[in-house]
């Protein structure tokens, strides 16, 4: 009886240690992502609850903050060391969150064939290390009426044959001589901020410009104000000298409304439109303005931060969220575009044959990233002063010539932000 | 024949004086009665409604369902309620702590009263952004004692509980100058008599100063209210979790989620009724106040 006390106290220690090891509570991983609309979130929290339910070893408890000072809320949490574990943030901030050590490469711990095999779109890099990676993204598109190509006699663009400039400009001119479409384009130039890089970026790209040099990611002198750049410039304000877009438009349903012709825009209104026109609607790629077309890239991804007690936790639930069968669920549930060709494949819109297949195909083939560069918030607002002073009438050498030392002292002043 | 004349005139001068003031009027009141009449409306309404004077009248099918919408997909209740306690704390003891802190400076004598005076009014050139990162810094690691399940915890932050939008906006260098300036201008008189008669000077500064003052405490509630009703960086600084945030960050967060117009009209048009409340009811002594300052001046 004796000689077996110790036996048996060591096995029922050991039972009750293996007890409790089954019995306890899952590791809490606290998450932060923006409020949006309810399609997202109730796609979110859903996606949340099937990981906490897929295994018992971590848990994620949500938090939501307003999108409009999100980048504040992080900044200030960082500084107060209360960042969450992990995070979503929108993909151009990301080179700033990483320079400024917010975040931890996410590529420590998900695999390189994992990764390879997710869009450009998808990742968020930073000196060629990805910190960010996201399941959606969205496209630049023009919106027209198939009615209206056919009445005036115009081709319909396609992705292998996008409209070239001239085509382009030739459609315009001939809607607005029809006298029917007082302004016949539209770039949604009652939108500033972000939307400046993000929409008229692209078709500065398409000049064969960029909004910096990104070989060195240090200078922005003969990029952003060089020839080519000038004549995007040039090209841009004739849109508005010539009336064929308007400076100052009142609202934001005027292609619903049947106000203009031609909407550049992004794929985000590719279901309000279908609404509206349904079969009539045409879906065209962006123009091809000399050096192909091209969409920006990258929407809101998930990184890991750096005071983060339990990376491998996060890691584990950002890897669940970009399997295919996530994304797709993301895709269907908000209509976003799906930044990996397996989960578009478990799509039924963006599959091939899918009604929205094109927007994919746009973001795989013409995606050119956001300058990855922590100095991006300064471009952004250097590049949207130029473009409104553009459309106000400015001469573009000037307003180019501007922004380009606005960007470059900001830089000097930050020591090139790490590059 | 020529006073006849001007007598002709002064109703076309009358008529235009009222034109001039409803044309002036309608440009003021027009984003407010837009935002109200739009609150009962569709959204397509409201856009067709946009280019004409129907934008700003109760015309066509008005409803509620934006108001409901409101409730059932936000939390406004608790943003609502936590913005009224803590504007309400943040007011009243405002009005407090400053006016008693300018009565010590424009009423009583004592060492350093100058450079105090001073460097207090060297703050109000301080932005609060200047001050916000090293304030928040400070908040997130001052601890506090909390009264949770029944005990008594302490809790090593400030940061997500109402207390840290409450407490760092108490003092205030601008009602503190404001309550000074008004302070100042009534005769010591009042203060010697009172003396004469026993009083202390908090005594004096309760009995005799503040009913004397009312047009400064009305500027001061009102200028205050608006403020912390207003306020917006601070808030989303030091609160991350929904529990503690005000109605600002509350409408913000309403807004991000959601696209249709009529509803974030309804949401704003909640979020004005307070302030509309506190203006009225303060109105005639702001106006007061505004005027003694213009005499002033």
């Known amino acids: 009886m004796n000689v077996n006390t110790p036996m048996k106290t060591l096995v029922a220690a050991l039972l009750l240690a293996n007890s409790s090891l089954a019995l306890a509570a899952p590791t809490e991983v606290t998450m932060w992502r923006h409020e949006t609309g309810d399609a997202e979130m109730q796609a979110s929290e859903a ?38 574990c992990v995070f979503d943030m929108d993909q151009p901030t990301v080179p700033n969150f990483a320079w400024s050590g917010y975040l931890r490469p996410i590529s420590d711990y998900l695999s390189q064939d994992f990764l390879d095999g997710l869009n450009t779109g998808a990742k968020g890099q930073y000196k060629g290390q990805v910190y960010s990676v996201g399941q959606f993204d969205v496209a630049l598109t023009l919106f027209t009426r ?16 996008p409209w070239t400039k001239d085509e382009l400009m030739a459609a315009i001119k001939k809607i607005k001589a029809s006298g029917e479409f007082a302004y016949p384009f539209d770039v949604n130039t009652n939108w500033t901020g972000e939307w400046s890089s993000y929409g008229y970026g692209p078709l500065l790209q398409s000049f064969g410009a960029d909004l910096i040099d990104r070989d060195n990611y ?15 410039g040039e090209w841009f304000q004739s849109l508005f000298e010539q009336e064929f877009a308007d400076r100052k438009p009142a609202d934001d349903k005027r292609f619903q409304n049947g106000k203009i012709a031609i909407h550049y825009t992004g794929s985000w209104s590719a279901k309000d439109y279908t609404d509206a026109f349904g079969d009539d609607l045409a879906i065209l790629p962006p123009p091809d303005l000399g050096h192909g077309p091209v969409v920006g890239g990258g929407s809101w991804q998930w990184g890991i931060s750096s005071s983060c007690k339990h990376p491998e936790g996060a890691a584990e639930f950002v890897q669940f969220l970009m399997s295919d069968e996530e994304v797709a669920e993301m895709s269907e549930k908000t209509s976003l575009i799906p930044t990996s060709s397996g989960g578009a494949a478990l799509t039924e819109q963006y599959s091939e044959g899918g009604e929205w297949r094109i927007f994919y195909e746009f973001s795989e083939q013409y995606t050119v990233m956001r300058p990855e560069t922590p100095a991006y918030p300064v471009i952004s607002s250097a590049f949207d002063k130029a473009a409104q002073d553009i459309i106000d009438g400015v001469d573009p050498q000037d307003a180019l010539d501007n922004a380009v030392d606005t960007i470059e002292l900001n830089i000097e002043d930050n020591g090139g932000y790490g590059f | 024949m020529i006073e006849t004349n001007v007598d002709a005139m002064r109703p076309y001068k009358t008529l235009l004086r009222y034109a001039v003031m409803i044309f002036l009027a309608y440009i003021f009141a027009f984003p407010l009665l837009f935002m109200v009449m739009s609150s009962f409306k569709t959204e397509n309404a409201m856009f067709a409604d946009m ?32 913005s009224v306690i803590i504007t309400t704390l943040n007011v009243l003891l405002g009005l407090i702590v400053n006016s008693m802190a300018a009565f010590s ?46 005990e008594l915890v302490v809790q090593s932050s400030w940061l997500n509980t109402l207390h840290v939008q409450i407490i760092p906006g108490i003092a205030n260098a601008f009602q503190i100058f404001l309550f000074y300036q008004f302070f100042r201008d009534i ?9 004469i008669d026993g009083a202390s000077p908090l005594r004096t500064f309760w009995s005799l100063i503040v009913p004397m003052s009312g047009p400064v405490f009305a500027t001061a509630t009102i200028l205050a209210f608006l403020a912390n009703w207003n306020n917006y960086l601070w808030p989303i600084l030091t609160t991350q979790s929904e529990s503690a945030r005000p109605i600002m960050v509350g409408i913000q967060m309403f807004f991000s989620n959601n696209t249709d117009w009529g509803e974030i009209m309804a949401y704003s048009t909640l979020t004005t009724i307070p302030v509309f409340i506190v203006f009225i009811a303060f109105q005639k002594k ?12």
């Not at chain 2, 369902?65 to 936000?74: E, G, T």
């Open chain 1, 218 to 232: 240090l200078e922005a002198e003969g990029t952003l104000n060089g020839d080519a750049a000038v004549q995007w």
């Open chain 2, 187 to 195: 005769p010591k008189d009042f203060d010697e008599a009172a003396a």
């Open chain 1, 146 to 161: 198939k009615s209206i190509l056919e009445r005036f006699d115009i081709r319909y663009p396609t992705l292998e044959a």
């Open chain 2, 51 to 82: 280019y004409s004077l129907r934008a700003v009248l109760p015309v066509g099918d008005l409803m509620l369902d934006n108001y409901q919408n409101v409730f059932r997909k936000s939390n406004i209740e608790l943003f609502f309620f936590n």
């Open chain 2, 286 to 297: 702001f106006v007061a106040s505004l005027a003694g300052t213009g005499i002033k001046g």
């Open chain 2, 105 to 150: 400076m424009a009423r009583l004598k004592w060492k350093g009263q100058e450079f105090v005076l001073i460097a207090i009014v060297s703050l109000l050139i301080v932005p609060f952004e200047a001050i916000a990162i090293p304030l928040l810094m400070l908040v997130a690691k001052l601890p506090w004692i909390a009264f949770e399940g029944g």
């Open chain 1, 47 to 84: 996606a949340v609850n099937r990981f906490n339910a897929s295994q018992d070893r971590w848990e994620i408890l949500v938090e939501k903050l307003p999108e409009g000072s999100y980048t504040e809320s992080i900044t200030a949490a960082a500084l107060a060391n209360t960042l969450p």
